[in-house]
Each structure stands twice: as C-alpha cells, then as structure tokens.
C-alpha cells in the first residue's frame, strides 16, 4: 500500500508563490502516473496537473504558465511549483499516483489527505 503525503500549503498573498510536496513512501515516480488535483469551494476536484511515467507533463488551462512540476528521486517527491497565485487558487491540493505494475493485473491507485492553499487578495 503507497502512501502519499502532502505539504507546504499554507496562506499566502495574491501573486505570491508556494512549493507543495507530495512524498512517496515507494519509489514510484518512475513507474506512476502521478498528477496533483484540487478542490476549491463549491466545486467539485479538478485535475491540475499531469505526469505520466514517460513523457511531458501537461497542465489545467487555469494553471498553465504559473504552475510547473518537478520530481526528487532521491526522496521520492513530486513537486508543484505555484507562481503568481490567484485567490481562486484557493482549494485542497492532493496528490494521486495511478500505478499498473504489470499489464495483467489491475491499476492501483492511491490519494494523499491533502494539503490547504489559501490565496488572499
């Protein structure tokens, strides 16, 4: 069972920047689709942003050209990089890996608690 932990929400001004964690207790990055959703008041969870195992990250519309994404092997983190924050940025951010070990049997996939992002204006 993979456990997923976010961190580094928080509260944070308009146009400012903030840096979420979404540590791994495997060594999946390589082998899982990993992606960081969000759930902002009143609406429902949205993906935000996308990484397949192999190839380009992709990302929401509403975040392309202010969020990016980074992965540490070597402590097993996904990284989401938040630049020029808008109030409806404002949400719970989780983590999520989608993982298919081996083509016969079923895809896993596992949820992070999540981690608050409040942009104030």
């Known amino acids: 069972q993979v456990q997923l932990v976010e961190s580094g929400g928080g509260l944070v001004q308009a146009g400012g920047h903030l840096i979420l964690s979404c540590t791994s207790s495997e060594k999946i990055l390589s082998m899982a689709t990993m992606a960081w959703y969000r759930q902002t008041p009143g609406n429902q969870r949205e993906v935000v942003a996308v990484?397949?195992?192999?190839?380009?990250?992709t990302y929401a519309d509403f975040v392309k050209g202010r969020f990016s994404m980074s992965k540490d092997f070597n402590t097993n983190a996904l990284n989401l990089h938040m630049m020029t924050l808008r109030p409806e940025d404002t949400g719970v951010y989780h983590c999520?890996?989608?993982?298919?070990?081996?083509?016969?049997?079923?895809?896993?996939?596992?949820w992070g608690q999540g981690t608050q992002v409040t942009v104030f204006s």
């Open positions: 999520n890996a989608k993982i298919r070990r081996r083509p016969t049997i079923p895809e896993e996939n596992y």
């Open positions: 990484w397949p195992p192999s190839g380009s990250s």
